[in-house]
Antibody, heavy 117, light 108 residues
Framework: VELVESGGGSVKPGESLRLSCVAS????????MSWIRRAPGKGLEWVSY????????YYSDSVKGRFSVSRDNSKNILYLQMNTLRPEDTATYYC???????????WGQGTLVTVSS | SYVLTQPPSVSVPPGQTARITCGGY??????VHWYQQKTGQAPVLVVF???DRPSGIPERFFGSNSENTATLTISGVEAADEADYFC???????????FGGGTTLTVL
């Protein structure tokens, strides 16, 4: 089971970025998937999750209306479209399989997003 | 929104027992999960559903949950256990995920 994120980088406030997470080693379409982030010096913060068929998405209050999660079950890829980025969105973003009684396992290695003018 | 409270830090000598708490209103009625994150690495699930361990996690890691406090107990602490530890629940009322603020474990 492996999750590999990509798409991070350095952007200016107000700009957009799309993260990807490629899954392998399990039946991707059977699982909810999620994004979680950790800002420098801070703790883990849940960002979003999407149901297995992609019909329902949920967001934290801090990103609702700016971020959009989606998935392509034919390609085993999870996405996070991040718009109107703010400096406080600076963090390492992790994708994780969201299974069982709602725990995260495994996690990807993370991708760093830096928002700065 | 639901809040989980953890002590910022816990320090124990090697070989002793570390207890990391996670407080929340009636948390005993939730399933609590615990993650270990070492510096520069991705988080790893160490306890799920209050007290179960994923394969490969040593028996030294033990979870419990009752009333308003969940606890991660690490017995025979080793230098390799130094990390940040986070508790997590799913808030069924909001369909949101909640993490505790995290506890840094230092092995003296």
């Amino acid at each position: 089971v492996e999750l590999v994120e990509s798409g991070g980088g350095s952007v200016k406030p107000g700009e957009s970025l799309r993260l990807s997470c490629v899954a392998s080693g399990f039946k991707f379409s059977d699982y909810y998937m999620s994004w979680i982030r950790r800002a420098p010096g801070k703790g883990l913060e849940w960002v979003s999750y999407i149901t297995s068929n992609g019909d329902n998405m949920y967001y934290s209050d801090s990103v609702k209306g700016r971020f959009s999660v989606s998935r392509d079950n034919s390609k085993n890829i999870l996405y996070l479209q991040m718009n109107t980025l703010r400096p406080e969105d600076t963090a390492t973003y992790y994708c994780a399989r969201y299974g069982g009684i709602r725990w995260f396992d495994p996690w990807g290695q993370g991708t760093l997003v830096t928002v700065s003018s | 929104s639901y809040v989980l409270t953890q002590p910022p830090s816990v320090s124990v000598p090697p070989g002793q027992t570390a207890r990391i708490t996670c407080g929340g209103y009636n948390i005993g009625s939730n399933s609590v999960h615990w993650y270990q994150q070492k510096t520069g690495q991705a988080p790893v699930l160490v306890v799920f559903d209050d007290s179960d361990r994923p394969s490969g996690i040593p028996e030294r890691f033990f979870g419990s949950n009752s009333e308003n406090t969940a606890t991660l107990t690490i017995s025979g602490v080793e230098a390799a256990d130094e990390a940040d530890y986070f508790c997590q629940v799913w808030d069924s009322l909001s369909d949101h995920v909640v993490f505790g603020g995290g506890t840094t474990l230092t092995v003296l």
